[in-house]
């Protein structure tokens, strides 16, 4: 390690040690600060259009901001983004809006998130140096602060009407940090403007391989790291010769000025090829630990359906910790998690106002909306914010579970996506609860699940669900006539209201269909081309896009079952 990167280091641990001391003072007194970071909004923001509209200059208590300022979601937005991506300024926010945030696109429509200085140095700091602090109580050596692998691009995806940039949240994140990456992790910055994702797994790989003491992986979701360490056994052989030479393969369709750029970077290290030739030759089950002897954790989303591919990467991790850090959205920083393994985050008072309508008011016309310290263990809710960047009373539609409290701070745990809930006849199946059943139905059929979606059928009456399902070997498919069935009793036991649901003839049989090898990487490639980003990519549980499913019924492997 080099002085610059020592300095940077000693700087970065500084920091985030007063970073910690900071949050954990805030979650002493929860309510409080996040009542400030309210009024701070309102007075920024109170001769804004919508300041103005709702008069912010008036209201002085959370009650009054409540009774003054509706409930909304994203359309009641559309009206003055539009504005400002024509690069109208004083809309929703007074201060300049320096990038769109797009959301994922693969719940919905993609939607323009409007980002701020402010607002992404609150979500820098969180993201980084916060769950940095965090770290040093749970992994100590995590101070040592060697270099990581990032699997993110600072890609954007174009610009508005008024010049603005747009793209992922978290690429508008990672430009901001462009002059740290060197000291952070071992991709250089021309790796993270590539789009083509195979392509810019194996530049992370070789760059990362170099590096014997990296200290962890991070992603935005656990399919990510997964698909890296498939593309590590399946580029092996390549990854050895570039590292041997210090070159990079011809094979790859790279531009010119990347590719010399990071050739620059590269030095033959046939020593470390040899020792990571060895170990490949061994195999890649918990090739992990063999290649990074120093690895300390995975740094990625793991909770909720992001479960499928847990056990898929444990082969190749195996009890390696997988820390699902921080819970967020494009719209605002929710939690973070204190514990790794363990997907439940403590609400972060200083980066929105936070407040939660009880499940069982969601429907309501008029819904009650509680705050931080008026929450219930074991009551599940949905989640509203009002960020730093001009969204008042955000309806987010994430659906989680409040556990306890840290300090005075709520614990939670996110439970599923509002707009993923089938919910044919009143049964309001949860994506966990779907992930769950398939999985016990997967390992009942003898086969390994690949990946999944769903759609609530309405073509037939009563309606029914169906299922388009990836396994391994699906060629070695027996006794295919049994699988619905067993599937069937898998989601009435995760779901008893299913159940009960199809006893009473309100469903009607599910609809089973198995889908050729290679189709939800091809799925992927479509919600890419139609917009979601490579960062924030994820499969849909719940399709509604008739051209999607058009796709997965083209890609049956055999007659439905």
Not at 119 to 142: E, Y
Not at 289 to 303: D, M, S, T
Not at 507 to 533: H, W, Y
């Amino acid at each position: 390690m080099g002085i610059l990167q020592k300095a940077v280091g000693f700087a970065m641990n500084t920091a985030a040690g007063a970073y910690w001391k900071r949050f954990d003072g805030d979650t002493r007194r929860a309510m409080a600060v996040n009542e400030s970071v309210l009024k701070n909004i309102l007075d920024i923001n109170k001769d804004t259009e919508y300041g103005r509209r709702y008069n912010f200059a008036q209201i002085l208590t959370k009650q009054e901001y409540k009774a003054a300022v509706p409930l909304a979601t994203y359309e009641d937005y559309k009206e003055y983004i539009d504005k400002m991506a024509e690069g109208k300024c004083n809309i929703l926010t007074s201060e300049p809006v320096k990038y769109f945030g797009l959301t994922s696109g693969t719940t919905g429509s993609q939607k323009l998130i409007p980002i701020t200085s402010r607002a992404r140095r609150v979500v820098s700091g969180h993201m980084g140096l916060l769950i940095q602090g965090v770290l040093f109580n749970t992994i100590p050596d995590s101070r040592r602060f060697d270099k990581g692998l990032i699997l993110m691009n600072t890609v954007t995806s174009g610009l508005t009407r008024g010049g603005i940039p747009t793209g992922a949240g978290t690429s508008g994140g990672m430009m901001s940090m462009k002059r740290v990456i060197p000291y952070l992790w071992t991709s250089p910055p021309e790796i993270l403007q590539i789009t083509n994702q195979p392509d810019a797994n194996y530049l992370h790989l070789l760059f990362a391989l170099k590096e014997k003491n990296l200290m962890y992986i991070g992603s935005t979701f656990t399919a990510h790291v997964l698909n890296l360490f498939k593309h590590m056994e399946k580029t092996g052989e390549n990854l050895v010769e570039d590292i041997a030479r210090g070159t990079i393969s011809k094979g790859m369709d790279l531009d010119p000025q990347i590719r010399s750029c990071l050739e620059k970077k590269l030095h033959p290290n046939p020593a470390r090829a040899d020792a990571i030739d060895k170990e490949f030759e061994r195999g890649f089950e918990g090739i992990a630990k063999r290649v990074w002897p120093g690895l300390l954790y995975l740094n990625c989303v793991a909770g909720g359906d992001f479960s499928i591919y847990v056990d898929k990467l444990r082969f190749y991790i195996l009890d390696l910790p997988i820390h699902s850090a921080v819970y967020a959205s494009t719209e605002a920083i929710i939690g973070v998690s204190l514990k790794p393994g363990e997907p439940s985050y403590v609400v972060t008072p200083r980066t929105a106002y936070h407040e939660f309508i009880p499940f069982n008011e969601m429907d309501s016309p008029n819904p009650v909306a509680l705050d931080l310290d008026q929450l219930s263990a074991g009551k599940k809710y949905e989640v509203v914010v009002t960020n730093l960047a001009g969204l008042y009373r955000y309806r987010l539609g994430d659906i989680v579970k409040m556990t306890g409290y840290y300090h005075q701070s709520p614990v939670i745990e996110f439970l599923y996506r509002r707009g993923q809930l089938i919910n044919l006849a009143g049964e309001k199946t949860s994506e966990q609860a779907v992930c769950r059943a398939l999985s016990q139905a997967v390992k009942q059929w003898g086969h390994e699940l690949v990946d999944f979606t769903t759609m609530a059928d309405y073509d037939i009456s009563p309606g029914r669900y169906i299922f388009f399902v990836e396994v391994n070997n699906p060629a070695g498919l027996s006794g295919a006539t049994r699988c619905p069935g067993i599937l069937e009793e898998t989601i009435g036991r995760a779901n008893p209201r299913y159940l009960a649901a199809r006893r009473a003839g309100r469903i009607a049989p599910l609809k089973l269909i198995f889908v050729k090898a290679g189709t939800f990487d091809r799925l992927a490639k479509i919600l890419m081309e139609k917009g979601a980003s490579a960062n924030q990519l994820k499969i849909p549980r719940l399709i509604r896009d008739g051209e999607l499913a058009n796709f997965l019924r083209e890609r049956t492997l055999n007659s439905p079952v």
